[in-house]
């Protein structure tokens, strides 16, 4: 697909941590159920799951809660945000690389009985925090 995964100039320090955009890598809305995975890593260093919250439609799930959103779901034309609890890592004006991974499963394309089509996207951008 050939829009990027992590949105351009979306690092920006937030209370208790920092936030980024990413963008849906498919051509169709889709359940957040079917976001099987989030890895987010900052300057290389891997981001606990724990501390990611995944923020869309004005509501915030924690990773594990995805699964269960069966009728809230990822629009392609917006962005959801990864919100991390990680107070000072990030500051105003600082320059981070910011690698995400999502695996998507596109429950209307089956490949086997009881299974469906599941994509990883990954992405690394540098950027500058606002």
């Known amino acids: ?26 051509y169709r809305s889709l359940p957040l159920s079917s ?3 989030v890895q987010l890593a900052l300057d290389g260093k ?3 799951p724990a501390q990611i919250r995944f923020g869309i439609n004005g509501h915030e799930y924690r990773l594990e809660q995805l699964e269960d959103q069966v009728e809230e779901f990822w629009f392609i034309q917006d962005s959801a945000m990864l919100r991390v609890s990680q107070p000072g890592v990030v500051a105003k004006g600082d320059s981070h690389t910011i690698e995400a991974e999502i695996t998507l499963r596109f429950p209307y394309i089956p490949i086997g009985p009881g299974k ?10 540098t950027q500058i925090a606002a």
């Open 1 to 26: 697909m050939g829009t990027p995964l992590i949105q351009d100039d979306s690092l920006r320090v937030i209370e208790g941590g920092y936030e980024v955009q990413v963008r849906l890598n498919w």
């Open 116 to 125: 469906f089509l599941t994509t990883p996207t990954k992405y690394s951008t």
């Open 46 to 48: 891997m981001v606990d």
């Open 35 to 37: 976001v099987e995975k």
